[in-house]
């Protein structure tokens, strides 16, 4: 990929999702490999989008030809003092810099973004119903509409069954994990819908709220919001965010207008039902 190629694809993606919005307290966000040579001449962009870099997707990236991919969570995290083909993700790491692709990692961006994630998840779960209000649970302190996690109330209550039934077709799921509140049934109404993508445990802490929709959640902060009244939908981590790489895509392409964007096929869930 020529460095040209690198620097359009990275400005496409800040576009949407500028990296001033990231969490660098913990995140590592941005290019993490620059993939880029004087020695290639083409300015083709070739896009793979996933939610994580496994060895499956990078296999998919180099018989797709990508020559950038697009992973939502970073697939280096900590500092690395070697590199070994003992370590599945330095296997990967090595097989990338030899196919000259390059990887961008935006992570907390697109969760704090205005219309990222977080509001894609809000949209799918109301919808069909009036919103009354809708604000960042951790405001970013400079970009207005942006930060971590969203609080919306709904402007009459909605049955939790019914927001159960637009979570599962707005993330194409055919099951999510449920809590009900002590005491509730499948029926009882929901007005705040406090909601972050991935895993909610941080975010939601001190929120009161009459639903928690998040990726995942440690036993004990369910069993917390089940005994406090509130209810919970849980989805597994990464199914939480895999449907929006779709929006992601339509962004890109919009504006980068030649490049050639595909979602990964061997991108999924670690768990799965048996």
Sequence with gaps: MSKTAVTRAVKAVQRYYPIALADKTWDNTGLLLDSSSEDI???????LLTIDLTQSVTEEAIKKKANFIMAYHPFIFRGLKSISQ???QQRSLIKLIQNNISVYCPHTAVDSAYGGVNDYLADGITFGYEVSSKEAIEKDPVAKDCGMGRLVTLSNP?????????????????????VRGRGQSLD???????????SGGGVFKGVQAD????????HHEALYFKES???VISCNHTNTERSFLKVIKKQLEDALGDAHVMISE????????A
Aim: neutral net charge; glycine residues 8%; hydrophobic residues 35%.
């Design 41 to 47: 001449k083409s300015d083709n962009v070739n896009i």
């Design 86 to 88: 003992d370590d599945p």
């Design 158 to 178: 909605v049955p939790l069954s019914k927001l159960i039934g637009n979570v599962k077709c707005s993330l194409g799921l055919k099951y999510v994990q449920v």
């Design 188 to 198: 009882h109404p929901i007005r705040k819908i406090a909601i972050c993508a991935g």
């Design 211 to 218: 639903l928690y929709y998040t990726g995942e959640l440690s």
């Design 229 to 231: 009244g509130s209810s």
């Design 266 to 273: 061997t991108d999924r869930d670690p768990f799965e039902l």
